[in-house]
């Protein structure tokens, strides 16, 4: 066994209102450099939608993430080691900037300095990359709210196996649904941006699982953006590397709160850490996708076992580490509950970040203004909810509706639980029935209703402590090597010739 | 004094600051060392540009290379007249594809505003160095035929000439211009390697092909610990192990050596008396041919004379091959008035020996790139590649009493004749006098 911790994530998408702060505040500190322009290392995407980059779930044509072979093992769908050399002078599978877009300021010099005229000076959009003068054409949440437009959402790939009734009832003129899909990078248990890069410049971070660019190795072959199925590694044209989301390491090792987390207007986010066997991880991979979900919780370890516990201090695991992943947030919604899924585990990289799925627009249908009483009634309209079951199996269980049956089970089991706790308008019988059909009980609902409703800062975002001050201290000398403890000179980046 | 700049100074200059320049970029700017990719902005004009262009130029340099590090292979390897013109069209159709990536990759950094903001001077610079150069190469290609055949004994040797320290510019100071512009091109690109995009070629990501699909660093001391300990000690016992095989494998080899000295000494085959005389005999002629040998140096270093031949052993259609003052190889021939004919045999195109049989119209053929050079003038057929005509050479036609019967001067005139009773003792030398006067 070999356990590795993971600070890893759940985002509730019942509670997400897509205000894009999250995508703000990740901007505003790690991508406003000249070339990252156009990153969105944290975004929000409208669902049904076809999301940024332009259809990057269609891995057709990018080619991301891992398949199965004849023989059963895990292969990258691009990017392998032949495929790398024969792609290596020109890559068919990069996205360009027109699959995202061309970012954009405005001349507004022009509004202070414009010659004295008959009309108004006005700022009209200038390209970043160029400086010249442009017409703006797509932007990063170009599609956003635009559920149900037959030019963005209907082409959404998920939507691929629904029948043309659940289409048509989906996109259903005044019935349109959708849901927010905030995405960062899932820092996969099984990256295939980290296998499929030809300098060896990706890595992994045993001790808190981030996936790291490290741009000193980073020759710009760009195989990582192409490998990436969640097109989650950008290239910066002006420096010639890639990058990615760090999940905000340096505000996790002095103890702060990620970006995106910290300013989450709808308290979606939750953070935690997370054991797993990392022994287990190709072989979770390596099942049929109906039950890769499952699958990838085999993979995971409980904190709470001697035997887990031995063998995380055996790898250098600290106690402090342990603890945390004992009050981990995202043990709960994943393991313990069961109601956290990967996005899209079919592409096989074992995402480590999890969603909650979202219930309303799922059942926010029905009449007469206000939700039925009954559980049968209750239960049924799962059937006809307005987002097709399907269309969820999809994104976040690899097409097993089962499970996200499941999920919706006891999501509805709880909200008519707590609602019989507030009103107290149901018949107590009905209630232990929906809560027997949601698999779950009074006790475990009351605490997902906590969890999910009313945690505090300090309950979404157990922050283990990442000791990072030992690793300096040992290995070299603050005064040495200035650069590499985050204190001191920086380097300027510069490309030179 | 340009020459010696340019293909002796340049070389190694441009060596040592690539060398230099190289590691120090490599290691102090890692940052920096690769190619900055453009595809990310502008996909279609790159990929018709620099597909052709890596394709053209890797198998390119790889027809470069062989022929430097294995001359004779790849002369055997061309022996045959088929595979040459297959080499030679390969090469054509290479550069070929060289250029329309050239001019793609340089088009397109024109003509795109997004390019344009990622170029630097730099880029244009490489662009049009290695236009240039791919120009060159063909033109020496079509002007020069045959590279592949003649570059193993002229650049290849100077090459090999640079490698071993012993600089030596005679293999290619007959080489036409674009052959001499082209070599000069290389060093400078050799030269920018460090400063310019080029370094990128240092950057193929070999390692990829053995290492394992994760990458998972620890930081982790506690961690780090275990692994360390662990590593230290299979480190320590690899190290014992490899140790332990070079000193024996060390020992081995020289008691194989010694071991077969000591039996050759009491178990070796014996020679037999006439066999060792034999022996001494043929060691004793080796030496007296080499003494021979130094001897006709030593006499051409002071001899006024050098003898050619006897006047009676020359002939109108074969000639004798002799050596001149400078060591050269020349030919001489009897005219139609029994009087001796010589020319130099070093070809003025890139320094072949010419045959020494004459045809028909009294023409010598180069064999290396067909120039007929007619024997009585010296000049070379219309459109031969050698433009140049061979020098013909004076000589003086002696009697056995050592007196001057006729002479040839270097201008051309003729003095005196040979009788024919002379003819027959008569011998022909040629003349420091004429020579160097």
């Known amino acids: 066994m070999d356990v590795r911790a993971q600070v890893s994530m759940v985002f509730h998408l019942d509670k997400c209102i897509g205000c894009h702060t999250c995508s703000v505040s990740c901007k505003n500190v790690w991508t406003d450099r000249a070339g990252s322009e156009y990153m969105w290392w944290n975004n929000v995407e409208t669902k049904p939608g076809t999301g940024f980059p332009t259809l990057w779930e269609d891995q057709d044509h990018y080619k991301g993430g891992w398949k199965k072979n004849g023989g059963g093992d895990l292969k990258l769908r691009s990017q392998s080691k032949l495929d790398s050399f024969i792609k290596l002078f020109y890559n068919p599978n990069q996205p360009g900037l027109e699959d995202y877009y061309e970012p954009w300021t405005y001349e507004y010099e022009n509004l202070f300095d414009a010659e004295e005229g008959e009309d108004q000076p006005t700022a009209i959009p200038i390209s970043q990359i160029t400086g010249q003068p442009m017409d703006i054409e797509a932007g990063p949440n170009w599609d956003d709210d635009l559920s149900g437009s037959p030019i963005y959402a209907e082409n959404d790939i998920n939507l691929d196996e629904l029948t043309d009734e659940e289409r048509h009832q989906l996109f259903e003129i005044e019935r349109v649904s959708m849901f927010y899909l905030p995405r960062i990078c899932n820092h996969c248990a099984n990256p295939s941006c980290v296998a499929s890069c030809p300098s060896g410049a990706l890595y992994k971070r045993g001790e808190d699982g981030i996936v790291l660019v490290n741009q000193d190795v980073c020759r710009g072959w760009r195989a990582c953006v192409s490998a990436c199925p969640y097109k989650k590694v950008y290239y910066n044209w002006k420096t010639g590397k890639s990058e990615k989301c760090i999940l905000c390491y340096p505000k996790l090792e002095t103890g702060q709160i990620p970006n995106c987390f910290q300013s989450c207007v709808g308290r979606i986010r939750y953070l935690g850490v997370l054991l797993y066997d990392g022994d287990r991880v190709a072989d979770a991979m390596k099942v049929p996708d109906h039950s890769l979900v499952e699958a990838q919780r085999n993979a995971l370890l409980d904190p709470f076992d001697d035997s887990v516990i031995a063998a995380a201090r055996k790898n250098g695991i600290s106690e402090e580490f342990l603890e945390a992943a004992r009050n981990s947030p995202v043990y709960d919604y994943v393991m313990r509950w069961k109601l956290a899924l990967p996005l899209h585990i079919e592409y096989r990289t074992m995402p480590m970040l999890f969603y909650v799925p979202p219930l309303l627009p799922a059942m926010g249908k029905l009449e007469n203004g206000i939700y039925e009483h009954s559980a049968e009634k209750f239960f049924t309209a799962l059937e006809q909810s307005r987002v097709p079951i399907k269309y969820l199996a999809r994104l976040f269980s690899a097409g097993n509706e089962e499970i996200i049956n499941s999920v919706m089970k006891k999501l509805m089991a709880i909200r008519y639980y707590m609602r019989s706790l507030d009103l107290d308008d149901v018949d107590v019988v009905e209630i232990s029935k929906a809560l027997r059909e949601g698999n779950t009980n009074p006790e475990e609902a009351e605490a997902i209703y906590r969890m999910t409703a009313l945690p505090t800062v300090d309950q979404r975002y157990v922050i283990p402590p990442l000791q990072r001050e030992e690793v300096i201290s040992t290995t070299c000398s603050p005064e040495m090597c200035k650069g590499c403890t985050g204190l001191g000179v920086t380097v300027e980046i510069d490309r030179g010739p | ?437």
């Not at chain 2, 390969?90 to 390019?115: F, H």
């Open chain 2, 1 to 437: 004094m340009i020459d010696i700049l340019l293909y002796i100074v340049l070389p190694y200059l441009a060596v040592l600051i690539c060398i230099i320049g190289s590691i120090y970029r490599i290691r102090k700017e890692p940052m920096t060392y690769s190619a900055l990719s453009s595809q990310f902005l502008e996909a279609r004009g790159l990929m018709w540009g620099s597909l052709p262009w890596h394709i053209g130029i890797s198998l390119i340099l790889i027809g470069h290379i062989l022929p430097f590090l294995f001359p004779g292979q790849w002369n055997a390897l061309l022996s045959n007249h088929a595979m040459l013109l297959a080499v030679e069209g390969l090469g054509y159709g290479l550069s070929a594809l060289c250029l329309l990536g050239l001019v793609v990759l340089g088009a397109r950094r024109l003509i795109s505003s997004r390019i344009q903001s990622v170029t630097t001077t730099m880029d244009l610079v490489i662009l049009l160095l290695l236009l240039f150069q791919v120009v060159l190469g063909m033109l020496t290609a079509m002007r020069a035929q045959y590279g592949s055949m003649w570059c193993t004994g002229t650049t290849v040797p100077y090459l090999w000439s640079l490698v071993t320290l012993n600089p030596d510019l005679s293999y290619i100071n007959d080489l036409p211009h674009a052959m001499k512009a082209h070599i000069v091109g290389a060093w400078i690109l050799v030269l920018l390697i460090p400063f310019s995009r080029l370094i990128h070629m240092f950057s193929v990501p070999i390692s990829y092909l053995t290492r394992p699909p994760q990458n998972v660093i620890w930081a982790n001391p506690r961690h780090q610990k275990e692994k360390a300990e662990v590593f230290a000690r299979d480190e320590a016992r690899r190290h014992f192990i490899k140790a332990s095989c070079g000193v024996f494998g060390g020992l081995v080899l020289l008691s194989v050596g010694a071991l077969d000295k000591i039996g050759q000494f009491f178990f070796g085959p014996r020679l037999s008396f006439s066999e060792e005389t034999e022996l001494m005999e043929s060691k004793l002629k080796r030496l007296e041919l080499t003494a021979e040998q130094r001897k006709l140096e030593v006499e051409r270093r002071e001899n006024e004379f050098i003898l050619v031949a006897a006047l009676k052993d020359l002939d109108r259609e074969e000639g004798k091959y002799f050596i001149d003052y400078q060591m050269q190889p020349a030919i001489a021939f009897k005219n139609e008035a029994g009087l001796p004919q010589l020319i130099s045999a070093k070809c003025t195109h890139l320094g072949c020996t010419v045959g020494n049989k004459a045809d028909k119209e009294g023409r010598i053929l180069c064999p290396c790139h067909v120039s007929y050079f007619d024997i009585k003038t010296g000049t070379p057929n219309q459109g031969a590649p050698a433009e140049a005509p061979l020098p013909i050479l004076g000589w003086v036609v002696l009697n056995s009493k050592g007196e001057v019967l006729a002479s040839r001067s270097k201008t051309g005139e003729i003095n005196g004749t040979i009788a024919t009773q002379d003819a027959e003792t008569a011998q022909v030398f040629i003349r420091r006098a004429d020579v160097t006067g």
